[in-house]
Nanobody, 123 residues
Framework: QMQPVESGGGLVQAGGSLRLSCAVS????????MGWFRQAPGKEREFVAA????????YYADSVKGRFTISRDNAKNTAYLQMNSLKPEDTAVYYC????????????????WGQGTQVTVSS
């Protein structure tokens, strides 16, 4: 079972940094991608960032461009989300998603989801 396991959430002051990790078991090929999505209280889930496992293409939501960086360690089957210059509006539960997708920004296409990790940014 390809169950993503997230870690790295927590409480940080505005302007601070956090790094989220997402480990997935299995062998990846083709259009396999890993993405990060988030959901704040009372809001819909939104796309944050994603990376294609083969080739390494990346996509970011406009709201996090220049502040967040997604990367991957192929040997560890782990994707990371480095979050810098955090803002209170980044507060949300962050979910890692994995799967063979055509559109990396579409949450509907990801088959596997982690349990989520809370990120809280205080002002």
């Amino acid at each position: 079972q390809m169950q993503p396991v997230e870690s790295g959430g927590g409480l940080v002051q505005a302007g601070g940094s956090l790094r989220l990790s997402c480990a997935v078991s299995g062998r990846f090929f083709g259009s396999f991608a890993m993405g990060w999505f988030r959901q704040a209280p009372g809001k819909e889930r939104e796309f944050v960032a994603a990376t294609r496992w083969s080739g390494g293409s990346t996509y970011y939501a406009d709201s996090v461009k220049g502040r967040f960086t997604i990367s991957r360690d192929n040997a560890k089957n782990t994707a990371y989300l480095q979050m810098n210059s955090l803002k209170p509006e980044d507060t949300a539960v962050y979910y890692c998603a994995a799967g063979w997708v055509a559109t990396m920004t579409s949450g509907r296409e990801y088959e596997y989801w982690g349990q989520g990790t809370q990120v809280t940014v205080s002002s």
